[in-house]
């Protein structure tokens, strides 16, 4: 399931929803991440995302589909807001199940690695001193480029 909104999201829903996929899952890896207030300049009072509709779900479609082929992933949620997000508000929930805890860490650690790097998001950082577009970093880039590094 990939979920593309202006709404917040319930944590805890998610993962209750993960949990209910069957008595073989064994494990469920989660990861949230918030709006923090530093990035590219200081003193950042928020986020503006936008997508590409359509494109940028079949994308993260595409990154769970190339984690089952790599690990035992037996369902995945992905949910990321777009729109103005305010310091502290959720961003992107990613959610494993699998039959095991290594299959789910790994699936879900290169789920949200690949989707920063290839799903088609733009994000302007809100600040004090100016809004600006964040330009990708090379940190991104080379977490990404671990996992094909990997195969």
């Not at 993962?15 to 069957?22: D, E, F, K, S, V």
């Not at 709006?35 to 003193?43: A, H, L, N, P, T």
């Not at 992933?73 to 990613?94: C, K, M, P, Y």
């Not at 809004?131 to 977490?143: G, I, Y």
């Amino acid at each position: 399931m990939v979920i593309i909104q202006t709404a917040d999201f319930d944590h805890a829903e998610q993962y209750q929803a993960l949990r209910a996929t069957g008595p073989a899952t064994g494990a469920i890896a989660t990861f949230t991440g918030l709006v923090r207030d530093f990035g590219d300049c200081s003193q950042v009072r928020g986020l503006f995302l936008e997508h590409y509709p359509g494109m940028t779900e079949r994308v993260i479609e595409d990154l769970i589909q190339q984690a089952a082929q790599r690990w035992d992933v037996q369902a995945a949620r992905v949910i990321h807001r777009v729109g103005e997000l305010a310091l502290g508000d959720q961003i992107v929930f990613v959610g494993i199940c699998s039959a095991h805890r290594g299959d789910a860490f790994a699936a879900c650690q290169f789920v949200m690695d690949a989707l920063k790097t290839s799903a088609p998001f733009w994000k302007k950082e809100l600040a004090a001193d100016g809004d600006h577009w964040v330009e990708q970093k090379d940190s991104d880039l080379a977490q990404a480029r671990q996992w094909r590094d990997d195969s």
